[in-house]
């Protein structure tokens, strides 16, 4: 899947929750519904494209580690 520029906001988001350690990322879809106020296979086609493309938007700088 192609990383959507529309979307960086989202990207950014997860990464934060993922280092956040609230929640195993395979259970993120609620967090974005209620952040972002998506509907349920919107925010799934946004994490599963955040998880396809986690290396590529590590690589663009589009998320950082924050290490």
Same mark, same amino acid.
């Given at each position: #899947? =192609?990383? #959507?520029?529309?979307?960086?906001? &989202? &990207? !950014?988001? %997860? =990464?934060?929750?993922?280092?956040? @350690? !609230?929640?195993?990322?395979? $259970?993120?879809?609620?967090?974005? +519904?209620?952040?972002? @106020? %998506? @509907? +349920? +296979?919107?925010?799934?086609? !946004? /994490?599963?494209?955040?998880? *396809?493309?986690?290396?590529? /938007?590590?690589? #663009? $700088?589009?998320?950082?580690? @924050? *290490?």
């Amino acid at each position: #899947k =192609e990383i #959507k520029e529309e979307w960086t906001e &989202y &990207y !950014v988001f %997860l =990464e934060t929750l993922r280092q956040s @350690g !609230v929640t195993n990322m395979f $259970g993120a879809t609620p967090y974005l +519904r209620e952040e972002f @106020g %998506l @509907g +349920r +296979r919107e925010a799934i086609n !946004v /994490l599963s494209n955040w998880i *396809e493309n986690y290396q590529e /938007l590590l690589d #663009k $700088g589009i998320i950082s580690k @924050g *290490e």
